[in-house]
């Protein structure tokens, strides 16, 4: 399916979520033409994928290294840099790539098949839930601690929950004991 088709697709789509998944796939097809890997949803637009959308945002934040390809890219397919963001006025879509990479190399990610050929990949939850975990500690964000509840009862048994323990370890996230209450209040 060639660009065109698919901004067309984008157009007709109703579902905001699907949009924005649909815009990353893209953007994926086109820098796997250029031999650079895949663009990594991360924020509340992962957030948005794993709560089915009880949670939504309206853009889209992104790991991703080379920034002079994803540049490239998303002005090749009709958005503009304003500020931070990357906006395509015509599909009412924001793009900012506020991360270079996941953190760590083992990082798992969900790649999301949206047909025809058409994938992108998401953070894992395990992140997520570290990410989020953080931001509801340190900032005491009470709907990220309320969203963190809501997808560990959506995912208890999905989750590598030894990955997402050892994360919990790490100094810079120091949500260990917070992990082991999530643990007990969805019955782990």
Not at 19 to 35: G, H, P, Y
Not at 143 to 169: F, N, P, Q, T
């Amino acid at each position: 399916m060639e660009t065109q088709e698919i901004l067309k697709i984008i157009r007709k789509t109703e579902s905001p979520l699907r949009r924005q998944l649909l815009i990353v796939a893209l953007l994926t097809k086109l820098l796997k033409k250029m031999n650079k890997p895949a663009p990594v949803i991360i924020g509340g637009c992962a957030l948005s994928y794993y709560s089915r959308e009880v949670y939504f945002t309206s853009d889209i934040d992104l790991a991703y290294a080379d920034r002079e390809a994803l540049d490239k890219v998303l002005r090749g397919v009709g958005f503009e840099k304003k500020g931070r963001y990357w906006v395509h006025d015509e599909l009412k879509l924001a793009i900012e790539a506020p991360a270079s990479s996941l953190p760590g190399e083992d990082s798992p990610v969900e790649v999301v098949e949206l047909g025809e050929d058409l994938q992108c990949s998401v953070i894992g939850i395990e992140d997520l839930v570290i990410d989020r975990l953080n931001a509801y500690k340190h900032w005491k964000s009470e709907i990220d601690g309320e969203m963190v509840e809501l997808l560990l009862r959506r995912y208890r048994d999905d989750v590598d929950w030894s990955y997402l323990e050892k994360k919990a370890l790490l100094p810079e996230n120091d949500t260990s004991s917070e992990i082991l209450e999530l643990k007990n209040k969805v019955g782990l």
